[in-house]
């Protein structure tokens, strides 16, 4: 009996999530044993021919990593979906947008600008930028066409379900492979990882003290951070309180605070606004100006509260009026 | 848009009132036949501290061009301080929405004691006319997202090249 | 949480919108019959009826065949407001054996028929109105009431004659009674007057034999000299401070024999007699006045020598055979617990001098009318003589209405008792002096069984009255007979000309205004007040006497300007009101309380610290935090802040309100 066939993909993503399939160590031969990677671009060398010769459905699953952002993206990942029986959403960029979705702040001009003319780096004197077509005399050279926002995977083709983490944690990578070989998957849709928040696995939730309540938030630099103590309770922003644990609080273990990789829980509508509501509520202040002044210490909402969901929030992007005769 | 459609425009501005003081006041404003604008359209909660920021963005989310807070004043609580912790959820939420780039005249808090009908009245027409100002927030529809609507890529992607609009 | 079945366990709920015309409130704007049929098309609505009067028994009736008869199984009613109304169908729900808390209203009276002018506009905030009742009803669950006992104690603010009416009531009906003035006696405003309007009967003469019944009512404790200072709990368990200002004098000792106050190193006054309004001048150590309740002499700490420089040969006491002067008596608190509460802190009168053209201060014969008052008592610093500052009796005396009312520069608000009293001041005047009166007056208001009457008594009497508001009060004279007199200038309107009349002493009947502490006391026991700064009613008919806190109840002029008659009867409903509280036994309370999801809680405690009363505590053995539904008073901001949704909150869970914010605006 042939072993089902899978497949791996990145699309806007820094190949972090690749990178965690090898960290599975020796378990990836077990993985190796029960499958057959048949796509892997990362990894190994295929085309994208040898998807479309696939018959529809072939696929038992595609990984399919990064947010989509680009024409080229987009038919890839309808190509795997079209090819695959279930499609797993593989990291935070796939799952939320992750931080290429910060990009979802600015519209595509403000990008090419800063990326081929402002960066002090460029030398750009003829204001040249990619085209998506260039006649050349050896005939027409295209480029795929970059979107004016980034967005989720499951904003662009249906997804089965999501793992997720910057990257996802080894533990939960080589638990979603057993259960993919067991047939053990829980029902669609669901997000492969404990529906509960970090405090509850994280090894500081036993200093955290009835008063959560900060008279002042401080950023990591600014303070020696005391190993042993809850990171919110040093006033430092950690989102534990508001990321879905399975991660094995990789990141306060090592004194550093949960920035949410892991995304909300199921009981949250959207991450951003239930960090921004959770961590203004701690503000100890009644005073208008004090609580601006405790506030003032978020130097940046949108990056502190949706540094790997933006395209996933409520509001999707940065607000742009949408110009009559164009809608 | 021209002036015309401008001033057809009816804005749709969604109301999160306190039980105790800005819902009693909107009853009194009723009771006292004060007329106002029709696009404000009340949400009952108990204590201004029960807005939790998702709400305001799920009335953006839903087609709301505004979104108006109603509590007690200062001090009048009727649970002591709900109404300041809606002041600190409010100051870091307006703040995270100009730099989502939606105008700060989206949303507003207002205190309004049991006994400001007339305050209800003023609130919710300045608003309406300060949204219909502003014209419909259109946010970018999440479903009908793909596939993607830019056409003319190319004259685009010149055009950039020029500095013009995109 | 409940043990009543869940509706929608057989099945898709089934939902009854139910449209009120409320006669023509709502018809006359509202297309009624479009909101129905709208309401019908939506999803999970299986009943869509309109009414005349949804809130009458055959109005009733309907939604509860429909319950009955399983056409329905939660109710939406389109009519007026919830606070209005709620309780009232949730008793219809409760009488059909549905779950009261399977219902939502449609405030589409208050918020839409009375305040939009366009009737297009009306019915299509009605029809979003009801679009969220509905989108939010399917997911109501039923839910119970929990029931607290009360405690049978209560606790009255303010020792005036409503404090007063209001304690004795409650104490002839057996309940044990807290009566708290902040004087050293009770008796308030009416103990400083001579008579009463309209049948001039004697103040004195009424209201003593009811402070000496509070003083010796085995249920009534009475604290005077002493104030709130702090209120915790809830309707029919409040926790209450009482703060026992030190009066150097032991109340049990005392047996108000004066032999300390003669026996004062002073031998005059040295300070405002305030029972007096500054008419005369008390010693350091006092007692009010003669039938001051309780008759126990106080010592003033800002006057009393031993106090302030602890240096005095102490007369008083040696001359206190009981003993019973105490220079060491120290602030108390007393700490009670009570089920109700009647606020009955009064009124304070309208400074004159913030009218300076009335010339109040400036010159000496211009007198406030509760200054007049204390003159024309008997018992008062002139023995009832009415005279000049010369001694002189006025030949000629001026009596202004409406000082500090009626007029937007002070207070817009009528003060009801002025005409009255300016009445009886004028006839009192007369009769003591034989003098010319003039009544200035704008309007003349005698709305009250006698009142016109009185009126009409008081012109028979040959008293003057001129229409018109005074303009001004100088000493300048114009011609000779205005000499040496004060001249009263004012539009008579029903002459249609200037008048100067020059009389010898002015009255001013000033207005009545909240006091100066009303705010921090509303705030004390979280009421709200008006513009004007009097404490407000539930609902200006029918809740007069109650407050939008349960278990707080107004009386008398704290509420707004009244005259005795109607504060003793609002005291008397207030009592009323209060006892069938407390008869009752228990209070059910609303079960919009925070509970903790469980298997949600991660432990994160920024929920904990957020409770303004402490119902949320961390759970040690489980790890996550736990809501103590007693102590919970349903505010949600825990929830707003839970940032696992895993606190929710009955009745207003996100869900709930998220479906209504659906509701509202997916109907343009």
């Known amino acids: 009996m042939s072993k089902p066939k899978v497949g791996f993909y990145w699309c806007a993503s820094c190949g972090g999530c690749d990178e965690v399939v090898v960290d599975l160590g020796a378990d990836i031969l077990k993985v190796v044993g029960a499958v057959d990677i048949v796509f892997w671009p990362v990894a190994m060398d295929f085309k994208r021919s040898d998807v479309e010769n696939l018959a529809d459905g072939e696929l038992a699953v595609s990984f399919i990593n990064g947010a989509v952002r680009s024409s080229e993206q987009h038919e890839m990942v309808e190509l795997l979906r079209r090819k695959s029986q279930l499609v797993v959403a593989f990291g935070s960029c796939a799952h939320t947008g992750g931080i290429p979705g910060l990009a979802n702040l600015f519209d595509r001009r403000a990008m090419f600008e800063e990326a081929f003319f402002n960066v002090p780096s460029v030398v750009n004197e003829e204001k040249v930028v990619p085209l998506e077509e260039y006649k050349t005399p050896q005939g027409i050279v295209t480029l795929p066409n970059l979107w004016n926002t980034v967005k989720t995977l499951d904003q662009v083709i249906p997804v089965d379900y999501y793992l997720p983490g910057c990257p996802p944690p080894v533990s939960l990578v080589g638990e979603m492979f057993n259960k993919i070989v067991k047939g053990e998957l829980p029902p669609r849709g669901s997000i492969l990882a404990p529906d509960i928040a970090l405090c509850d696995e994280c090894p500081r939730k036993e200093t955290k003290p009835d008063k959560m309540s900060q008279k002042e938030f401080k950023r990591p630099h600014e303070i020696m951070i005391d190993p042993e103590k809850c990171l919110l309770a040093q006033g430092l922003l950690c989102l534990g309180p508001i990321t879905r644990k399975g991660c094995g609080a990789a990141c306060t273990r090592v004194n550093m605070p949960c920035t949410g990789c892991m995304g909300p829980v199921s009981n949250v509508l959207d991450y951003g606004m239930k960090a921004l509501s959770a961590v203004a509520s701690l503000a100890d202040a009644n005073d208008e100006e004090e609580i601006e002044k405790i506030l003032c210490k978020v130097v940046d909402p949108v990056g502190t509260f949706y540094r790997y969901s933006l395209p996933a929030s409520l509001l999707h992007r940065h607000y742009q009026p949408v110009v009559q005769g164009e809608k | 848009m021209s002036d015309n459609d401008r001033n057809h425009f009816e804005p749709r501005i969604v109301a999160f009132f306190c039980n105790w003081c800005t819902y009693t006041a909107a009853d009194l404003a009723g009771t006292a036949r004060m007329t106002y604008s029709p696009n404000v359209r009340v949400i009952r909660i108990m204590c201004s501290g029960r807005l939790d920021p998702q709400f305001v963005l799920k009335a953006f989310r839903e087609g709301a061009d505004g979104v108006l807070i109603g509590g007690c004043h200062p001090g009048d609580c009727h649970y002591q301080e709900g109404n300041y912790k809606a002041l600190r959820r409010f100051k870091l939420l307006k703040r995270f929405l100009s730099q989502m780039g939606i105008e700060e005249e989206r949303i507003r808090l207002e205190w309004i004691a049991a006994s400001e009908g007339d305050k209800v009245q003023k609130v919710i027409n300045q608003m309406t006319e300060q949204v219909r100002k502003l014209g419909p927030l259109n946010l970018e529809p999440i479903s009908q997202m793909h596939p993607p609507k830019e056409k003319n890529v190319k004259a685009k992607a010149v055009a950039m090249a020029k500095g013009g609009a995109s | ?668």
């Open chain 3, 1 to 668: 949480m409940s043990t009543a079945k869940t509706p929608s366990s057989n099945g898709k709920p089934k939902v009854g919108v139910y449209v009120c015309h409320c006669g023509i409130n709502i018809a006359g704007k509202v297309n009624v019959q479009e909101t129905v049929d709208f309401a019908g098309t939506l999803p999970n609505v299986t009943v869509a009826r309109e009414y005349k009067f949804m809130c009458s028994d055959p109005g009733q009736e309907l939604i509860q065949k429909d319950l009955r008869e399983g056409l329905v199984d939660r109710v939406v009613v389109a009519s007026c407001s919830p606070l209005m109304h709620e309780p009232t169908f949730r008793r219809a729900m409760i009488a059909a054996d549905a779950n009261p808390f399977l219902f939502q209203m449609a405030n589409i009276r208050e918020h839409v028929s009375w305040v939009t002018p366009d009737k297009g506009a009306a019915t299509e905030k009605s029809k979003a109105l009801i679009a969220a009742a509905v989108a939010r009803i399917v997911l109501h669950k039923p839910l119970e009431k929990t029931r607290v006992p009360v405690n049978s104690n209560a606790l009255v603010v303010g020792g005036g004659i409503a404090g007063i009416h209001a304690a004795l009531t409650l104490a002839d009906a057996g309940r044990k009674v807290y009566l708290v003035e902040k004087e050293p006696t009770i008796g308030g405003h009416m103990a400083k007057f001579d008579k009463t309007f309209p049948t001039l009967d004697c103040s004195a003469c009424i209201l003593t034999p009811k402070m000496s019944a509070v003083r010796s009512h085995p249920n009534i404790t009475l604290w005077t000299y002493s104030e709130v200072a702090g209120v915790e709990g809830f309707v029919g368990n409040f926790n209450v401070k009482v703060r026992r200002k030190p009066r150097y004098v032991k109340e049990d000792l005392c047996v108000g024999c004066y032999e300390c106050v003669e026996a004062c190193v002073f031998k005059k006054g040295v300070t405002k007699d305030e029972f007096n309004v500054g008419l005369s001048k008390r010693r350091p150590i006092y007692i009010p006045f003669p039938q001051a309740t309780p008759l126990v002499a106080v010592i003033d700490p800002e006057s009393c020598v031993q106090i302030k420089r602890n240096k005095c040969k102490k007369t008083c006491v040696d001359a206190c055979e009981r003993g019973a002067i105490d220079f060491d008596q120290k602030e108390e608190i007393k700490e009670v617990e009570v089920g109700a509460i009647i606020l009955a802190t009064g009124f304070k009168t309208f400074d004159a001098r913030r009218i300076s053209r009335y010339g109040y201060g400036k010159y000496p014969n211009i007198y406030t009318s509760l200054e007049v008052e204390r003159m024309v008592n008997a018992a008062g610093p002139t023995g009832g003589e009415v005279h000049l500052k010369n001694g002189e009796k006025p030949r000629t005396v001026g009596i202004v209405h409406c000082v500090g009312s009626r007029d937007s520069r002070t207070n817009a608000y009528c003060s009801r008792v002025c005409c009255m009293y300016s009445l009886k001041l004028a006839h009192l005047i007369k009769e003591r002096t034989g003098a010319e009166v003039y009544n200035f007056y704008i309007d003349m208001r005698t709305p009250g069984k006698g009142y016109e009457e009185f009126y009409e008594k008081l012109l028979k009497e040959n008293v003057h009255f001129i229409r018109g508001r005074v303009a001004e009060i100088s000493d300048w004279a114009t011609i000779p007979e205005e000499e040496g007199k004060l001249v009263i200038r004012a539009e008579d309107t029903l002459v249609g000309a200037v008048r100067r009349i020059p009389v010898d002493m002015v009255v001013l009947s000033v207005g009545l205004e909240p006091h100066d502490d009303a705010d921090d006391v509303r705030r004390k026991f979280n009421i709200s007040c008006s513009h004007e700064g009097w404490f407000l009613e539930r609902h200006p008919k029918l809740a007069p006497v109650s407050t939008f806190t349960d278990g707080v109840f107004l009386a008398g002029a704290c509420q707004g300007p009244k005259d005795i008659p109607d504060s003793v009867a609002q005291a008397g409903a207030a009592a009323a009101e209060a006892l069938a509280l407390i008869d009752k036994g228990y209070v059910e309370l609303e079960p919009n309380t925070a509970y903790v999801q469980e298997e949600f809680c991660s432990g994160c405690k920024t929920c904990v610290a957020l409770c303004p009363y402490s119902a949320i505590s961390f759970n040690v053995e489980k790890n996550i935090s736990s809501v103590n539904g007693a102590l919970c008073k349903g505010c949600g901001t825990c929830v707003a802040a839970c940032p696992s949704g895993a606190l929710q909150q009955n009745l207003f869970t996100d869900e709930q309100i998220l479906h209504e914010i659906e509701g509202v605006i997916s109907y343009v």
